[in-house]
T-cell receptor, first 114, second 114 residues
């Protein structure tokens, strides 16, 4: 089975702190994604990567950056956390042929910024 | 601009009833329409998907109906069970080019009462 692992399920940070969210997938997938999930707003794409060291902005990239140094690992970085970044963050991966539509998601990282 | 509109936001159904969730899209270039199911504390997982060359796809108790001219598609859950209680997301994507991105609806929280 495909496994997407998000290292932290729950984090509490203070405003202004730098936050790293880590995601690892074990299926040699080319594509990796970071989504943010908020009640009533659904899943919104922050950034995605289709290859090592490649990244593209999604719909809401402001306040975030990403890093993909290895194929299996995709990190989301909040340079200076703010309270409006309190949310559930979901990492996902997919194989090269994305037009199957199948994303494999991790279980999420719930971030609270105080 | 919300490209995929999903309704209702929440739905309560009695056990054995039919659950119906609707989605409408705007981009006529979309050619793949998956539904994702998310249980509490878990990431979304692919449930069923359809391409516009067919008007209906059925997998067990789950059916997608697709109306290309109206740019609408819906999920029907027959004989709904308490175990179906989850959040459901419709999504859409287009093949080719920047086909890496799925556009999600805002989600429907389904509660099936015993």
């Amino acid at each position: 089975d495909v496994k997407v692992t998000q290292s932290s399920r729950y984090l509490v940070k203070r405003t202004g702190e730098k936050v790293f969210l880590e995601c690892v997938q074990d299926m040699d997938h080319e594509n990796m994604f970071w989504y943010r999930q908020d009640p009533g707003l659904g899943l919104r794409l922050i950034y995605f990567s289709y290859d090592v060291k490649m990244k593209e902005k999604g719909d809401i990239p402001e306040g975030y950056s990403v890093s993909r140094e290895k194929k299996e690992r995709f990190s989301l970085i909040l340079e200076s956390a703010s309270t409006n970044q309190t949310s559930m963050y979901l990492c996902a991966s997919s194989g090269a042929v994305l037009n199957t539509g199948e994303l494999f998601f991790g279980e999420g990282s719930r971030l609270t910024v105080l | 601009q919300q490209q995929v509109k999903q309704s209702p936001q929440s739905l309560i159904v009695q056990k054995g009833g039919i659950s119906i969730i609707n989605c409408a899209y705007e981009n006529t270039a979309f050619d793949y329409f998956p539904w994702y199911q998310q249980f509490p504390g878990k990431g979304p997982a692919l449930l069923i998907a359809i391409r516009p060359d067919v008007s209906e796809k059925k997998e067990g108790r789950f059916t997608i109906s697709f109306n290309k001219s109206a740019k609408q598609f819906s999920l029907h859950i027959m004989d709904s069970q308490p175990g179906d209680s989850a959040t459901y997301f419709c999504a859409a994507s287009k093949s080719g080019g920047s086909n890496y991105k799925l556009t999600f609806g805002k989600g429907t929280l389904l509660t099936v009462n015993p």
